[in-house]
């Protein structure tokens, strides 16, 4: 089975193809939601979090996202030690992801079931922002799919998100550079160009997935 990441700079897109992924009966984990997820059950990672960030960054259901958002934009070490803290407990989760039994899709139609077990049997995706600042995740890898748009089309996006343009911006110089394919020596890298033109997209993913077959 392939394992596929897909990543991109904010605001690039990676969500969307994530999406399209997904219509296409493909699993893709989101390793944002995964760490959300983790945040809010695993009791070791809440341990680790009030320990470092203190007993405030945590909520019932998570941690304080704008407490930790602050305190690692500000604090290069508090970024990294947060790093630290946190993937572990991911890339547990993301092997997890890859070893599952393929066929437990009970609840899917009978006439596409089979069709659906060929394409989980054949690779799954992890959807995630900053692959280069988890090399053990990466190892696990067998291509890198990097969605990209142009910094315009970005901040835009980011705006209409609601960010402020000065955060916004913040956001893509904190993550400039991190999604390079230098950064990824041995693996197979792909790139999609998400500019805006959603069948522009389609097209290039679905040849990207025709290239797997």
Known sequence: MLKIGITGSIGAGKSFVGALLRARNFQVLDADCKVHEL???????RAEMAAYFGEECL??????????????????????????IVYPYLNLAVANFFAEDAGNDADCPKESATQLTRVADKCRFVEAALFSRAPELVKMLDEIWI???????????????GLSE?????????????C?????????????????????????LDELLRDLH
Do not use: W
């Open 39 to 45: 945040y809010r059950d695993s009791a070791g990672l």
């Open 166 to 178: 000065s955060d916004a911006k913040r956001r893509i110089e904190n993550q400039r550079g991190a």
């Open 147 to 161: 969605v990209d748009a142009p910094e315009c089309v970005r901040l835009e996006r980011l705006v209409l998100r």
């Open 59 to 84: 909520t019932p259901t998570g941690v304080n996202s704008a407490l930790i958002a602050d305190r690692v934009f500000a604090d290069a070490k508090a970024r990294v030690k947060l790093e630290q």
């Open 180 to 204: 390079a394919p230098e950064l990824f020596p041995g693996k197979r890298i792909r790139t999609v160009m998400n500019d805006g033109d959603k069948l522009h997209v389609e097209q290039q």
